[in-house]
């Protein structure tokens, strides 16, 4: 029978010639190769040279014992060479079965790893999130902050706007220092024995202030202190406004600020006067509290001052009970108020919720606030206004009330702004208090000065401003220029310029007297 196993073939080309070899297939021979008795009986060691069939086979380092040249190999021999290629079988096996735990210990450490990996991308993700987080937190403040710049350049604009309305009838040359030509036409230097004969009336940070008459003028005499005087006369020199006290003049030694004393004297003076029959009606009241407001815009907006000082000792009333701020330009607003803790125009808010509070109640009691605010809570606002004011409308009432509580906030942030919430509050208010029939004994029939032309002496109906700082009815000052004149009617200096400007904040204002006064 042919032999037709690979392994029996390769043992039977392979094996010493000497060896005699039995194949058993089954408990059955099935080959016999007779050995060659001319070979000596030598040890045999075959070496595999391919790796890879003898790891597949489990025969690595076979060895098979041949017998002597003389003896002959009988079947147990054989059988025992098969067992022990078995045996090296089974060896082989389990070779290959420790290479797969291997290879199954790296699959379970490149597992670890993987799960390593996904723990750090986990945290990864996580701190994205927490920067996004962050990111978007920084981003809603700076909103929030873009918003606040927005709303104070809205602030700005409508300050500006008010000036320029407020103070349209003054021309550049009007509004220069008293070192040039024109400022002097408007300043007077008076002499420390000119100042002699004046009244002390009251001592504040910035100097002492006294109430005298110069020139048959009744004024009110500010006394500086030295280092203070210069910057203090650049700064008021410049400023004119109807609801500023009018500055007449200075002295540099002893160094003082003349102004003009309004015959109706202070708020202060007005409120604490008990005993008189002239009260101040609702209806001046809310017009004095429009008139500072305009004041205070104009000093903010045109000229970046902080009034520094605002209380109703230093709110002046003229004939017809118009406001007007006096004690203003000693302050320049700082950049940064909030760090430095200095003055702003925060703090002039603040102040001018004080005198509406004064107003509304006619006290000076130093716990206004609270005591607004708990007769608000309480519903019993009525009980707390000013008997001497008349019959507040309940609403207006209740409404400048809510207003002067919201200007005493103690966060300087939450304090509104005087142009765009607290204005248009009172302009509001003052229109309705002018329609209304009501009228205080103090109110005057006769015109302010400044609505008469000072070529006629008559009420302008069309007021504009020449060259030379002062308003005329258009038709006088035409009349005039007409005429030949190149000069102005009040100086007699020559005109820089024929043109004329129409006045329209004096025009407004002259058409709501005329209303007020049903002419």
Excluded at 8 to 16: G, L
Excluded at 116 to 144: I, T
Excluded at 183 to 196: A, N, T
Excluded at 360 to 385: C, F, P, Y
Aim: with cysteine; hydrophobic share 35%; net charge negative.
């Amino acid at each position: 029978m042919m032999l037709t196993s690979t392994k029996a073939k390769f043992v039977n080309q392979h094996a010493q010639r000497s060896c005699s070899i039995w194949f058993v297939c089954h408990g059955h021979r099935i080959y016999l190769r007779e050995g060659d008795s001319n070979t000596s009986d030598v040890g045999i060691t075959p070496s595999v040279s391919q790796g890879s069939s003898v790891a597949e086979s489990g025969l690595q380092n076979v060895r098979i014992p041949l017998g002597s040249v003389h003896s002959r190999s009988n079947s147990s021999e054989v059988e025992d060479n098969l067992a022990s290629v078995q045996y090296e079988s089974s060896e082989g096996s389990n070779y290959i079965s420790e290479a797969n735990s291997a290879r199954a210990y790296e699959g379970s450490s490149q597992n670890q790893s993987y799960i390593g990996m996904l723990k750090a991308l986990e945290n990864m993700h996580n701190e994205e999130l927490r920067v996004r987080k962050d990111l978007e937190e920084s981003l809603a403040l700076e909103k929030e902050a873009f918003e606040a710049l927005k709303n104070q350049h809205e602030e700005l604009e409508m300050l500006y706007e008010d000036a320029l309305k407020a103070n349209s009838e003054l021309p550049a040359n009007q509004t220069s220092e008293p070192s040039g030509a024109h400022g002097q036409d408007f300043i007077s230097e008076f002499s420390g024995y000119e100042l002699e004969a004046a009244l002390q009336i009251q001592e504040g940070e910035y100097g002492t202030t006294f109430r005298g008459s110069l020139h048959h003028t009744q004024v009110v005499i500010k006394m500086m202190q030295p280092r203070n005087y210069q910057q203090a006369v650049r700064h008021v020199t410049k400023l004119r406004h109807p609801n500023l006290v009018t500055l007449i003049g200075v002295s540099p030694d002893p160094p003082a600020l003349i102004y003009e004393y309004p015959p109706n004297g202070s708020l202060e003076d007005q409120l604490g006067a008990r005993h008189t029959s002239n009260h101040l009606s609702w209806q001046t009241r809310i017009c004095i509290c429009a008139d500072t407001c305009a004041a205070l815009m104009f000093l903010h907006s045109c000229h970046g001052m902080v009034h520094g000082d605002l209380k109703p000792g230093n709110i002046l009333l003229d004939s017809n009970f118009t406001a007007k701020i006096a004690d203003f330009g000693l302050h320049s607003a700082p950049s940064h108020p909030a760090s430095t803790g200095e003055l702003s125009f925060a703090s002039d808010v603040y102040s001018f919720g004080y005198v509406l509070l004064r107003l509304l109640t006619g006290r000076s009691a130093l716990n206004l606030d609270e005591v607004m605010q708990n007769a608000l809570d309480g519903e019993n606002l009525s009980g707390l206004l000013d008997p001497t004011a008349g019959h507040w409308p309940f609403e207006q009432a209740t409404e400048l009330a809510h207003l002067a509580i919201s200007c005493r906030d103690i966060a300087s942030d939450n304090r509104p702004y005087l142009a765009s919430q607290v204005w248009p509050v009172l302009e509001r208010m003052r229109t309705e208090a002018s329609l209304s029939s009501r009228s205080g004994p103090e109110e005057p029939s006769e015109p302010p000065e400044h609505f008469l032309c000072p070529i006629s002496y008559e009420i302008m109906r069309d007021p504009h401003v020449a060259a030379d700082g002062f308003t005329y009815e258009a038709s006088e000052i035409r009349r005039w220029l007409n005429d030949g004149h190149d000069t102005s009617p009040m100086t007699n200096n020559p005109l820089s310029t024929l043109d004329l400007f129409p006045n329209q904040a004096l025009r407004s204002m002259i058409q709501e007297w005329r209303q007020r006064h049903n002419l």
